[in-house]
């Protein structure tokens, strides 16, 4: 077989890749790389990127994945085996963990969520329309919740990309996984607060008012309330928050009385599109009917 200066350097090659710091790969990054060291590598200008990963795939472990979303396909090369919220964290700059999956990695249920929830924010808006009175807010929870399609399959999971309000990273933390990869998430104050806006990406109502109870040991309600401040929603969420701290049971009226105190000037609602429900006069919140 003859020998060639890539299969000379093929110790050299799988020694950098090794010693990287991330383990996921756009086809960008690797065009980098080989621009970067193809000079020590003593490769000829000929190996083309595609040449150069070809050889990546049949002789080190480099893998090649595919992420097939609706408007787009998302290609990324993966250093041996890497968990799905590594690669997933790859797909969009500085996006993180959110709702169901933010409540997966805190512990906030005894589900295993099939659907991984990653937020990539919308840039900052100029001009915010604040203007609210109560018949656009009826208008608004009498329809259905508009429901993100941007999804791809991945093995036996689903990863679904919001593009959620610029929040300038509000509230994001990073945690180790379960096999010692960085993971970026919301923290727990900021998870309540976006599986309270959408229930929908974490699993219901119910869901949610489970994870109010979960989270009692681990949530700072004076941070809760100073980032539901932060973060300055036009809707009046903060009666929802409000209504599952108190529906919860598990938390001291003192706390509770922390976001009782913001203004409520509106009748709102827990959930879009009820059919049946009741309504709680000390928040000023309709929710379903036997909740």
Same mark, same amino acid.
């Given at each position: 077989?003859?020998?060639?200066?890539i299969?000379?350097?093929?110790a050299?090659i /799988?020694?950098l890749?090794?010693?990287?710091?991330?383990?996921?790969?756009?086809h960008?990054?690797?065009?980098q790389t080989?621009?970067?060291n193809?000079?020590?590598?003593?490769?000829?200008?000929?190996?083309?990127?595609d040449?150069?990963?070809s050889?990546?795939?049949?002789?080190t472990?480099?893998?090649?994945?595919?992420?097939?979303?609706?408007?787009?396909?998302?290609i990324?090369?993966?250093?041996g085996?890497?968990?799905?919220?590594?690669?997933?964290?790859?797909?969009r700059?500085?996006?993180?963990?959110?709702?169901?999956t933010?409540?997966?990695l805190?512990?906030?249920?005894?589900q295993?969520p099939?659907?991984?929830?990653?937020?990539h924010?919308?840039?900052?808006?100029?001009?915010?329309?604040?203007?609210?009175?109560q018949?656009?807010?009826?208008?608004?929870f009498r329809?259905?919740?508009?429901?993100?399609?941007?999804?791809?399959?991945?093995?036996?999971?689903?990863?679904?990309?919001?593009?959620?309000?610029?929040?300038g990273?509000t509230?994001?933390?990073? /945690?180790?996984?379960?096999?010692?990869?960085?993971?970026?998430v919301?923290?727990?104050?900021?998870?309540? /607060?976006?599986?309270?806006?959408?229930?929908v990406?974490?699993?219901?109502?119910?869901?949610?008012l489970?994870?109010?109870?979960?989270?009692?040991?681990?949530?700072?309600?004076n941070?809760?309330?100073?980032?539901?401040?932060k973060?300055?929603?036009?809707?009046?969420?903060?009666?929802?928050?409000?209504?599952?701290?108190?529906?919860?049971?598990?938390?001291?009226?003192?706390?509770?009385?922390?976001v009782?105190r913001?203004?409520?000037?509106?009748d709102?609602?827990?959930?879009?599109?009820m059919k049946?429900?009741?309504?709680?006069?000390?928040?000023?919140?309709f929710?379903?009917?036997?909740?």
């Amino acid at each position: 077989m003859r020998v060639t200066r890539i299969n000379i350097a093929k110790a050299d090659i /799988i020694s950098l890749f090794e010693g990287l710091p991330k383990r996921v790969h756009k086809h960008s990054d690797i065009r980098q790389t080989l621009s970067d060291n193809r000079g020590f590598w003593r490769l000829a200008m000929s190996t083309t990127v595609d040449a150069f990963i070809s050889f990546l795939l049949d002789e080190t472990k480099l893998k090649k994945l595919r992420l097939d979303f609706p408007h787009r396909t998302e290609i990324r090369y993966t250093w041996g085996d890497v968990s799905t919220y590594e690669l997933a964290l790859s797909l969009r700059p500085n996006c993180y963990y959110t709702h169901y999956t933010a409540v997966y990695l805190h512990e906030l249920t005894d589900q295993v969520p099939k659907t991984i929830y990653l937020n990539h924010e919308q840039p900052p808006k100029r001009h915010r329309d604040s203007d609210l009175d109560q018949a656009r807010i009826d208008m608004a929870f009498r329809r259905p919740v508009r429901i993100s399609k941007n999804i791809a399959g991945y093995d036996d999971q689903r990863i679904c990309l919001l593009n959620g309000m610029h929040t300038g990273g509000t509230g994001v933390v990073e /945690i180790r996984g379960r096999v010692g990869e960085t993971i970026r998430v919301t923290n727990v104050e900021r998870t309540l /607060i976006d599986i309270t806006v959408r229930p929908v990406y974490a699993g219901g109502v119910f869901e949610v008012l489970k994870a109010y109870r979960l989270a009692k040991d681990k949530v700072s309600v004076n941070k809760l309330a100073a980032t539901l401040v932060k973060l300055n929603y036009i809707y009046p969420y903060h009666q929802a928050v409000g209504f599952y701290l108190e529906k919860a049971g598990v938390y001291k009226q003192s706390l509770i009385d922390l976001v009782h105190r913001f203004e409520k000037k509106f009748d709102f609602y827990l959930v879009h599109n009820m059919k049946d429900v009741d309504y709680s006069k000390q928040w000023r919140l309709f929710f379903p009917k036997g909740f």
